[in-house]
């Protein structure tokens, strides 16, 4: 008697953001014998391309955003020729169960899937539910969410909710093993900033100046690692070299960010879904600086969750100065125990397995069609 490998499709693209949870997704589901095939937008191709998926499948779609009409107008007609393309590609794979993790390049496939009737489950990654995800919660079977309370789910959503926590990477997970590094009077303190492509301007503007602030002994105790936009790294290099650090290294990006993360002390960064996941599995005390004019504000929310239980300092944008940040890298290094105790807090919020418990509800819900 042959045994039919279920297929389940994973629906994945516009960010890296979106991307990885679902690449830690396929990883757990191939480890269950299940085919998986990746739908996804030509914007990651190049991330996409290393994806662990027995097939990659390109589908159109765009961002119906703006005040601009015309770009509107035109991004619902890709997103039209968008389901068009899921369509035909739903019915030639015929998978057991499609999973959307968020964008616009998910509404395609994922509304193709619905009214083809093919068991659909989205994954929230953040603790206030996106726009496209939004739109697709009332044809949805499951919901599994990466933070347990979720704002801005619709109330017509009738689907089963699920925490799993957000799948996190491998690179994530060996991080998480390593312990809080040891930090007392006197001690190299240990700083990663980081805020990606948008995030890594502010810190370059706010960082700098701010370490300028501090008095001379505590910077000579400072090894700080900073993520910098490539335009910008001469200028940020020569002006903190200049301060008398005990060690600095700076780059437009780190391939071993989880890594480096394990080595910090303390981390200042945005706060996305991906971020705040990975400060809690590898617990490390943070300042978090959400990106402003979010119309979900979603990266607030998020933020919230670490500060709620002493884990983090939240700060708008608006209050994050050289002036403010200085005042409180002067309290935290005069404070070792607060941070060991705020690197305990985020690990107490820390989800490790989380892409084994997503890949429990996703072959639940494909097996009761």
């Known amino acids: 008697m042959t045994v039919l490998t279920p297929t389940i499709l994973l629906c994945a693209g516009g960010t890296g953001g979106h991307l990885f949870p679902a690449e830690s997704l396929a990883h757990a589901l191939r480890a269950r014998g299940v085919r998986v095939v990746l739908a996804t937008d030509a914007r990651v191709d190049s991330i996409a391309a290393g994806f662990p998926a027995s097939e990659i499948v390109t589908i159109r779609s765009a961002t119906p955003s703006g005040r601009n009409m015309l770009k509107r107008a035109a991004a619902v007609v890709t997103l039209g020729r968008g389901f068009g393309d899921a369509a035909k590609a739903i019915r030639r794979i015929n998978p057991a169960a499609v999973v959307g993790f968020g964008g616009y390049p998910t509404v395609p496939p994922v509304l193709a899937a619905q009214l083809l009737r093919v068991p659909t489950l989205l994954h929230e990654q953040n603790a206030v539910m996106g726009r496209a995800n939004g739109f697709l919660a009332r044809g949805a079977r499951t919901i599994a969410t990466g933070f347990r309370e979720v704002r801005g789910i619709p109330d017509k959503a009738t689907a089963r909710r699920v925490h799993t926590g957000n799948p996190l990477r491998p690179a994530v997970i060996e991080a998480a093993r390593i312990p809080y590094p040891a930090f007392g009077e006197g001690d190299v303190l240990r700083l990663l900033v980081f805020g990606g492509s948008q995030g890594a301007r502010i810190m370059g503007e706010i960082v700098p100046p701010a370490l300028e602030r501090l008095p001379a002994d505590l910077r000579a105790r400072l090894h700080v690692t900073q993520q910098v936009r490539p335009e910008d790294l001469t200028a940020v290099q ?6 008398g650090l005990a060690g600095l290294d700076a780059a437009p990006f780190f391939k071993d960010l989880p890594a480096r993360m394990a080595a910090s002390h303390l981390v200042i960064s945005r706060s996305g879904a991906s971020t705040v996941s990975e400060l809690a599995a590898i617990g490390r005390p943070s300042v978090l600086v959400p990106l402003p004019g979010a119309l979900d504000q ?72």
Not at 238 to 243: F, V
Request: hydrophobic share 50%; glycine share 2%.
């Open 238 to 243: 020569n002006r903190t070299l200049a301060m």
């Open 298 to 369: 979603d990266q607030a929310a998020n933020a919230a969750t670490l500060e709620a239980i002493g884990a983090a300092l939240v700060l708008k944008q608006t209050a994050f100065t050289p002036d403010r940040l200085a005042a409180d890298l002067v309290e935290m290094c005069e404070n070792p125990a607060k941070l060991t105790r705020a690197a305990d807090a985020a690990r107490s919020a820390g989800i490790h397995d989380a892409a084994e418990r997503l890949a429990e509800v996703v072959v639940e819900t494909a097996a009761h069609p």
